[in-house]
């Protein structure tokens, strides 16, 4: 048995510069103002759209993320509808092969103390599941009738696309202080690496 932490990966080889110069230009269709596209027009001309609420604009742009997470997180990022998404399999993927180690992985929770009582209990529940799954797969059941033992801190990785309106919503709603512990675990770190990557577009979500 593995236990990890979750982690985040963007996908993409996200250009900002070209992902802001694309969006001024496709926007100033609606005003019809190409003549004022500057060197550095781009800039000012997406965060005044943003602040008056014309987020349209930035949805023709996208940035793929690759989760690795608990299976209940990803119960609700697939939620959000204006998304593509490609998850890990427990119907397909043979978790006592030797690619996967011959063992189950499952993502450490965020709230409980790995010397706690709570955290103790967990381990030991993830061992039977992980047993039992095993024992299975010996009997001759196939993965998808395997799975049913599982629980929902198996690890699982799920690649989800949006486009940079359904992030900015996203993060709104999955950062805030009423989201799940382990979603915002994940969460945050994320916005982090978009608000480096895209300050303009991401740099007014405040979610603490």
């Avoid at 409980?112 to 039992?132: K, P, T």
């Amino acid at each position: 048995m593995i236990i990890i932490p979750p982690s985040t990966e963007i996908l993409d080889n996200v250009d900002p510069v070209s992902i802001m110069l694309n969006i001024e230009k496709i926007g100033r269709i609606c005003y019809k103002s190409e003549d004022r596209i500057t060197y550095d027009s781009a800039e000012k001309f997406i965060r005044n759209i943003i602040k008056s609420g014309h987020e349209s604009v930035i949805e023709h742009e996208k940035i793929s993320v690759r989760f690795i997470c608990d299976r209940g997180v990803t119960h609700e990022i697939v939620r959000h509808r204006i998304a593509s998404y490609s998850q890990e399999s427990t119907r397909y993927c043979n978790y006592t092969k030797e690619k996967f180690g011959s063992e189950l992985t499952f993502i450490r929770p965020c709230f409980w103390d790995e010397h706690s009582e709570n955290y103790l209990i967990w381990h030991a529940q993830m061992a039977a599941a992980e047993n039992a799954y095993k024992l299975l797969i010996e009997s001759g059941a196939t993965p998808e009738e395997a799975r049913s033992v599982l629980p929902t801190s198996v690890k699982t990785e799920i690649a989800v696309t949006m486009n940079l309106r359904e992030w900015r919503h996203f993060f709104k709603l999955r950062g805030s202080n009423r989201s799940h512990p382990q979603m915002r675990e994940v969460v945050l770190p994320l916005l982090e690496d978009f608000k480096k990557l895209l300050p303009v577009i991401f740099e007014d979500i405040n979610v603490e």
